[in-house]
């Protein structure tokens, strides 16, 4: 019995001494950092622009829209980091087209006034000259009575339509809407009508320097009643949009103090030898 349980103890110390270590397990891998997305681009601000309305928004010869209103917008868009994209719009449904949300604003000389401000919100202002009168040559005028009988042309929707309606329909004058300005000046070149009313830079520069504009001229005052003009050209917004109008105001300044404004208006507008800023 002593010799079976002597031969046990030695064939347990043998297998002890022949047992292998197990290798430890291996690490796992660290994990490889993960890249961080690269930062969103900021939407493209959508800019409802009427290209019949030279030299405030017209087209090149390609087709691109251009004139100041398009500088001040691709300024302005520059500042605030966004990058301007340009949708035509018929003038008379700007206000209807930016309320259903078709584009963001409408920068296309688009007075400020206390009717348009009861549909959309309005930026400071970016620029503001007067409208005049144009009439040929040929017809002596003195006051809205003196030309009573006469055709005027309009753009419908604008603020010349509004003073046309008020001031010069009922002296007598025939006044008819038309969709765009460039309508108006073929109906005058074809002898449809005897003059317009538009704002003097854009009858100045689009009609008035170019061979068929050389049998009209400019008559009477400037005309700037805020009851009809309002109070200067603004970039219309849908209202609630205060982020955006608070940034488009800061840039607005940014681009005056920091010479864009006048380098854009020169382009223009420097052979005038007027400040289209206005008062």
């Known amino acids: 019995m002593k010799k079976l349980l002597l031969t046990l103890a030695a064939a347990s110390l043998l297998a ?23 930062a969103a681009e900021a939407a493209p601000l959508m800019v409802a622009i009427d290209p019949t309305y030279e030299p405030f928004t017209f087209k090149t010869a390609d087709g691109k829209p251009t004139g100041f209103d398009v500088d001040i917008a691709n300024a302005l ?16 449904s700007m206000i209807p087209g930016l309320n259903a949300k078709k584009y963001d604003v409408i920068i296309s000389s688009m007075s400020i006034t206390d009717d348009r401000l009861k549909e959309v919100d309005f930026t400071d202002k970016y620029y503001n ?6 009439l040929k040559k040929s017809v002596k005028y003195t006051d809205p009575a003196s030309i009573k009988g006469k055709k005027i042309g309009v753009l419908k929707g604008s603020t010349q339509e509004k003073y046309a309606m008020g001031d010069l329909k009922p002296a007598g004058v025939i ?26 830079m854009e009858v100045t520069g689009g009609f008035l320097s170019k061979p068929e504009g050389a049998n009209y001229t400019l008559v009477g005052p400037d005309l700037k009643d805020p009851k009809y003009y309002g109070y200067g050209a603004g970039i219309a917004l849908r209202k609630g949009e205060d982020k955006l109008k608070g940034e488009l105001n800061d840039a607005i300044k940014a681009i005056r103090a920091n010479g864009s404004y006048k380098t854009i208006a020169d382009k223009y507008f420097a052979k005038y030898n007027i400040d289209v800023y206005g008062e």
Request: glycine content about 4%; overall charge negative; charged content about 25%.
């Open 77 to 92: 868009c520059e500042q605030i980091k966004r990058k301007c994209e340009f949708v035509e719009q018929v003038w008379d």
């Open 175 to 200: 006044v008819n809407s038309y969709e765009a300005q460039d309508q108006v000046y073929l109906d005058i070149k074809s002898g449809r009508l005897d003059g317009t009313v538009a704002d003097y």
């Open 16 to 38: 002890a001494c022949g047992k292998k270590e197990e290798p430890a397990p291996a690490a796992a891998p660290a994990a490889a950092p993960v890249a961080s997305a690269p």
């Open 129 to 134: 000259t007067p409208s005049r009168i144009v």
